[in-house]
């Protein structure tokens, strides 16, 4: 799985302290982990580090700029190791889309069970993260450039954003989060709307404010 810390879109210095130590206990996990090709058989490279450096490509080029040559540059495989593990441009793509999904899923969870204050507040400013810049997150990203035309990445965006429902449901509700599907998933879309507002450049306060506000909002 990749590092947690880029589900946040942003690097760790950026991020709140408790966001930081989840994104740390999650890489020593992943860093004891190495992936196998075959029974008993290692392979020469640690997977979670190639899906890592393939995300950090399609993340700054998007998936139609990025070439098979960038790709095995950047996660440091020749074609024959690439094609072996991956076997396309597309498979190491999907790969990594599904690998960075569950790691912001898991991230997300630790974070609203971890912290002492509200924790629909948590998920919804680690999903935002408004000091994040403007680089965006990875699966909206993917969502607005590839989801059109491509199901499998549209099925994976879908899936995605039910599970951070479910889980917004569970924090508004815990003993019913059924009755909170809606509002969950009323919070959800305006807290993926604010990554077009970092995008854009407005500033971490403002997006900070409209969290705020809708919140008081949409929970008791």
Request: net charge negative.
């Amino acid at each position: 799985m990749l590092d947690p810390a880029l589900v946040f879109g942003t690097d760790r210095s950026n991020m709140p302290s408790m966001i930081k130590d989840c994104c740390q206990s999650n890489s020593e996990t992943q860093a004891s982990a190495k992936a196998t090709c075959g029974p008993g058989r290692p392979r020469a490279f640690d997977e979670a580090e190639v899906l890592d450096a393939a995300l950090q490509v399609f993340w700054q080029q998007g998936y139609e700029a990025t070439s098979l040559d960038d790709l095995t540059s950047a996660m440091g495989l020749s074609r024959s190791s690439f094609y072996s593990a991956f076997g396309s441009k597309q498979g190491v793509f999907i790969a990594a889309l599904k690998s960075y999904s569950q790691a912001a899923v898991e991230a997300f969870k630790e974070l609203s069970e971890q912290t002492s204050d509200d924790p629909v507040a948590t998920i919804l400013t680690a999903l935002a993260n408004p000091n994040g810049g403007p680089r965006g997150c990875m699966l909206v990203n993917c969502i607005t450039e590839l989801a059109p035309h491509q199901e499998e990445v549209a099925e994976i965006g879908r899936q995605h954003l039910k599970r951070i429902e479910d889980l917004l449901a569970q924090a508004i509700s815990p003993n019913d989060p059924a009755s909170a599907s809606v509002k969950a998933r009323a919070l959800s879309a305006l807290a993926i709307g604010t990554l077009t507002l970092r995008k854009s450049g407005v500033p971490p306060e403002q997006i900070s404010g409209t969290l705020d506000a809708a919140i008081e909002l949409f929970t008791p």
